[in-house]
């Protein structure tokens, strides 16, 4: 590995183990995988994270059917001190920063997680919640993992050549690289634009307008998150208001989406940002330690045992609802499961805008279907899918289950026990989508929208099924209508008779959805591709 670069990885959030409360979602979980993957191929890479006392919302569903967020204390007792301290300017004041290091048993290589709560800092909790408080918090925030980030790798003289920007919530280590080159070795800030130019990469992921941070130049500068740069410079980066992803796309060399349809979509997307990197398309993948069934791999070949195998994981899938939501799920139904970040675009309720003939179809106990979220604490409309979805729990209370609290434990259950994965956001919404590969793997095959990843995989009614087409309707009204008559349609002439009259066919479309999975949406195929082609 002694001719690979030295990579500085940044990232608000790692979902390791599902009671380590680092992550939220998607971008977490990825991050995590990823740096799995360093340890078992051993990469040369430090992670830069944060220590996020409360960690995100811990959200639970009360008797009367109401969300209840919470933040508790999260345990940290996975980490070890590494004795190093370092301050940084935020707001005129000093702020003092404590570096962790994740330790080895977790499976990870080198990961720091920067903490501000500690008794000499006159405002200790900065590193309070992931992606809680307001703008001037979360620019707070950024200015740790970002500035911080690179002063703790200054503090432990770490060599490195690539710095990795995995969001834009990172762009402030590149400002700081900028302050070094002018103020410590007397560049210009163009001279100085170049130089960082050649060393930052970074992956940019939701198409969603929402999810590309901007904010206000007025309390960026007062905050000091333009590192002395003027307020020009920083327009010139990022723009007015300062967007954080096209601050990234002008300082990095060259950036990458994470699927190949999002390489499309992120071209469209940014085409009007000028001088910006190219990027590139590098599917995302899963770390197989983390998310496969051994058993299910070991015996994919053996159609017997491959079911057997699949029964077992059912069942312990109905045994855990059972624990947690009091009901009893029927083991020989068709199982369908269905977890997501509760976002508008996912469209989580679309199984039950498709017309009456799957409403009918559930009343009579033709399947059944478990769903899991969590919605971000301040958004009112991610909280009223969860309600609508627990509306119809309550409507069918023999057939639909949700799961509160959707984690890492929820998800690995779901993603090995149900019998078809369903997804169905607004193409081409989906960046990725990374548990549908979990599910595949685990010879539940997909039912999917073709968005994300699944246009690279999907071989209808061979390794799982397509609903519809790639057409995008220009109305998101008639785009919706068209997807639910197709969802429909898939369901109830596709998928449930073939569940139900040919067993046999069913097992092979397991099969091959394993086969055709396993290797080329592994996190060590997408590390490969990450050290030849963007690093």
């Known amino acids: 590995m002694s001719d690979l670069p030295n990579v500085a990885y940044f990232c608000m959030e790692y979902a390791l183990r599902h009671d380590i409360k680092t992550y939220s979602g998607g971008l977490g979980v990825l991050a995590g995988d990823y740096v799995k993957g360093v340890k078992d191929n051993d990469y040369p890479l430090i992670a830069i994270g944060?220590?996020?006392k409360y960690g995100y919302v811990t959200q639970t569903v009360d008797k009367n059917g109401l969300l209840m967020d919470s933040f508790p204390v999260a345990d940290y007792s996975m980490l070890e001190d590494t004795g190093i301290k370092f301050p940084i300017t935020i707001e005129n004041r000093q702020v003092m920063i404590k570096a962790w290091k994740v330790k080895p048993e977790i499976g990870v290589k080198e990961l720091i997680l920067l903490d501000t709560d500690l008794p000499e800092n006159?405002?200790?909790l900065i590193t309070d919640r992931l992606y809680g408080g307001d703008h001037v918090q979360r620019v707070k925030?950024?200015?740790v993992l970002g500035i911080g980030g690179i002063k703790y790798l200054r503090a432990v003289n770490a060599d490195i050549q690539t710095y990795h920007f995995n969001e834009g919530h990172a762009i402030l280590a590149?400002?700081?690289?900028l302050r070094e080159q002018m103020?410590?070795?007397g560049l210009n800030f163009s001279q100085a634009r170049e130089a960082v130019k050649k060393q930052i990469v970074f992956t940019t992921h939701t198409p969603v307008k929402a999810g590309n941070e901007e904010h206000d130049l007025s309390y960026l500068i007062r905050l000091g998150a333009n590192q002395h740069l003027s307020e020009a410079e920083m327009v010139e980066i990022g723009g007015r208001p300062f967007n954080m992803t096209v601050a990234a796309l002008h300082l990095?060399?060259?950036?990458?989406?994470?699927?190949?349809?999002h390489g499309e979509t992120a071209n469209v997307m940014w085409k009007d940002v000028g001088d910006r990197s190219?990027?590139?398309a590098i599917t995302n993948g899963i770390h197989h330690g983390t998310w496969v069934d051994d058993a299910i791999y070991q015996n994919r070949q053996n159609p017997k045992l491959l079911w057997e195998r699949h029964c077992q994981l059912k069942n312990e899938l109905i045994e855990f609802i059972k624990e947690r939501n009091e009901v009893t799920l029927n083991a020989n139904k068709l199982l369908i499961g269905f977890a997501r970040r509760a976002a508008p675009y996912k469209r989580s309720n679309l199984i039950y805008s498709s017309g009456e003939k799957l409403r009918q179809l559930l009343q009579e106990g033709t399947y059944q279907v478990v769903f899991a979220g969590k919605a971000h604490p301040a958004d009112d409309y991610g909280k009223a899918i969860i309600r609508d979805l627990i509306a119809l729990s309550k409507e069918f209370p023999d057939s639909v289950v949700f799961m509160e609290n959707y984690d890492m434990q929820v998800g690995a259950m779901l993603t090995r026990g149900c019998d078809i994965w369903l997804n169905n956001p607004r193409r081409p919404m989906e960046a990725c989508g990374t548990s549908g590969m979990k599910a595949a793997m685990n010879g539940v095959p997909n039912v999917s929208i073709l968005d994300g990843?699944?246009?690279?995989?999907?071989?209808?009614?061979v390794n799982g099924w397509a609903i519809g087409d790639d057409k995008v309707p220009t109305s998101k009204d008639d785009q919706d209508v068209r997807d639910a008559e197709f969802l429909s349609a898939v369901l109830s002439e596709e998928v449930i008779p073939t569940y139900y009259e040919d067993r046999d066919r069913w097992i092979s479309i397991m099969q091959a959805s394993i086969n055709d999975c396993y290797e080329a949406f592994s996190v060590d195929t997408m590390l490969s591709s990450y050290y030849s082609r963007l690093y």
């Open 50 to 52: 944060i220590k996020w």
């Open 122 to 124: 006159e405002e200790p």
């Open 141 to 143: 925030q950024e200015m």
């Open 174 to 177: 590149g400002i700081e690289l």
């Open 183 to 185: 103020e410590d070795h």
């Open 252 to 261: 990095s060399r060259l950036s990458n989406a994470v699927a190949q349809l």
């Open 278 to 280: 190219e990027i590139i």
């Open 453 to 461: 990843w699944w246009p690279e995989a999907c071989n209808h009614g």
